[in-house]
């Protein structure tokens, strides 16, 4: 067997477990849980950004919440917000790459919304400028970040840093733990 496969496998299986004897960042993520199952009760919307992979793990939950997980079940507010990519490309053009967020979350955002970021880094600018302007308007804000929560983990909110540096890893992991708050969040709502 080759030893790249094998290593791999092991790396992700190890932090996975390092998550798992975690109890304080699995505590961080049922508190995430339950914000985002409140703002959805309350008619809140859950708006999701991230760049590269990240905006892929982004979009990706948005759709489990807004579509469905594991059983049918009305659909939740929740959104990605780099899909509008006319949008995307005009902002990024006229105001800068790092105003795509802030923008777009100042005119569909109100208080109760949730903001989730997602960086392996934590340090996204995008993601930092549309922090800025979720705390102006009382929208929470839930980091899944890599180990020290980079910049991102000093806006306050949920920190779910995975405890890794390796940016593969951490993607597998913040999807995992992703399709968990998913699962909460749809169970909670819909028993």
Not at 17 to 31: H, M, T
């Amino acid at each position: 067997m080759n030893n790249r496969i094998n290593q791999s496998i092991e790396q992700s299986i190890a932090l996975k477990q390092a998550i798992l004897a975690d109890d304080a960042l699995l505590g961080r993520l049922e508190k995430a849980a339950q914000i985002v199952e409140q703002s959805l009760r309350n008619g809140g919307k859950i708006h999701f950004c991230g760049n590269g992979g990240s905006a892929a793990d982004a979009q990706h939950l948005a759709a489990e919440l807004s579509g469905r997980f594991y059983f049918d079940r009305p659909p939740l507010n929740a959104e990605a917000l780099h899909c509008n990519t006319s949008y995307l490309t005009a902002v990024g053009n006229d105001y800068g790459y790092d105003q795509v967020f802030s923008r777009l979350l100042r005119g569909t955002a109100h208080r109760g919304d949730v903001l989730v970021g997602i960086s392996t880094s934590g340090n996204s600018r995008n993601i930092i400028e549309a922090y800025r302007v979720a705390q102006e308007m009382g929208v929470s804000i839930i980091s899944f970040t890599g180990s020290t929560g980079g910049q991102m983990g000093q806006f306050g909110g949920v920190l779910l840093n995975v405890p890794s540096n390796d940016t593969p890893r951490i993607q597998e992991s913040h999807i995992m733990l992703g399709h968990i708050l998913c699962d909460m969040v749809e169970t909670a709502l819909f028993k």
